[in-house]
């Protein structure tokens, strides 16, 4: 038989969280929560874990979902792992999916309709960039995972406190059963060697401080919304107040 898939070589902090997740009482999570810093290697491990779900689960027709924030995110996701599959499947560009082993369906989404992700049996689901979707979108997966009893992988960056991404990483932090939760920086994938140190010395002198703590440290900003954060902004109020 030919050979289709290899997986990449992972390293252990993606191994725990995106194939063996545990929750706080050490059994397996359905769901896994994942702050990673950009380019820490999200997408790859999130890429072999639901191909791995496809061969291993997949009969003919079952559904194996990447839903993404936009359908041209999806379609990177489809590319790469059209690419990365060198053995016998099938490729549908206009539905954007891919039907490997005994017929399973890998099928790339986008999010910004939710109610378009209503309706189907889903076997398993990757949310990637999930910070930067709206909650309706884990609702409609949420529902397509309730007759298979699917597992889920919740990525994305860490995108100020308010996100339902943010407060589903903490309850999952916080010991929920059946979640798990992790964080990976790109500390982590430095010492991994995935990313280069230089690199990170460089974002971190051209971006605002909030902004590189969220992508790269995955730490939330104090407001979400301002890059400065609001230490810099009382700052600014004193500075202001002492000219009058
Ligand atoms: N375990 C690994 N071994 C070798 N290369 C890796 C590994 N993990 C990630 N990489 C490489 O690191 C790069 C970034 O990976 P990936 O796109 O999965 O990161 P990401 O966290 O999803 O980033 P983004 O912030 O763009 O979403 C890719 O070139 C990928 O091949
Ligand atoms: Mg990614």
């Known amino acids: 038989m030919a050979k289709v898939y290899r997986r990449p070589k992972l390293y252990p902090k993606q191994t725990a969280a995106f194939f063996e997740p545990l929750d ?4 397996p999570a359905r769901y896994s929560w994942i702050e990673g810093s950009t380019k820490s290697g999200k997408t790859v491990s999130c890429m072999a874990w639901l191909v791995e779900q496809a061969m291993l689960k997949g009969k003919a027709g079952r559904q194996f979902w990447w839903v993404a924030p936009v359908s ?11 690419r990365g599959l060198k053995g016998k499947k099938i490729v549908n560009h206009t539905d954007m999916t ?3 082993g005994k017929g399973a369906v890998l099928r790339f989404k986008s999010a910004e309709k939710p109610d378009n992700l209503y309706g189907e049996d889903v076997w398993a689901c990757v949310m990637d960039e999930a910070s930067r979707m709206r909650q ?3 609702y409609a997966v949420r529902s397509t995972l309730t007759a298979t009893r699917g597992p889920v992988r919740i990525i994305g960056n ?6 339902w991404f943010f407060l589903g990483c903490r309850k999952a932090e916080g010991g929920e059963p059946n979640h798990s939760y992790h964080k990976i ?6 010492n991994a060697g995935v990313f280069p140190m ?10 605002p401080e ?3 703590n969220e992508l790269y440290f995955c730490i939330a900003s104090d407001d979400g919304g301002n890059p400065f954060g609001l230490k810099y902004i009382s700052t600014l109020k004193a500075v202001a107040v002492y000219d009058i």
């Open 24 to 27: 706080a009482q050490g059994n």
């Open 72 to 82: 041209g995110t999806a379609k990177i996701a489809f590319g790469r792992i059209k």
């Open 98 to 100: 891919i039907a490997i």
């Open 136 to 138: 309706e979108a884990f």
């Open 158 to 163: 860490v995108k100020g406190r308010k996100s």
């Open 185 to 190: 920086t790109a500390l982590d994938a430095v």
């Open 198 to 207: 230089e690199e990170l010395d460089d974002a971190k002198a051209a971006l």
């Open 210 to 212: 909030a902004v590189f």
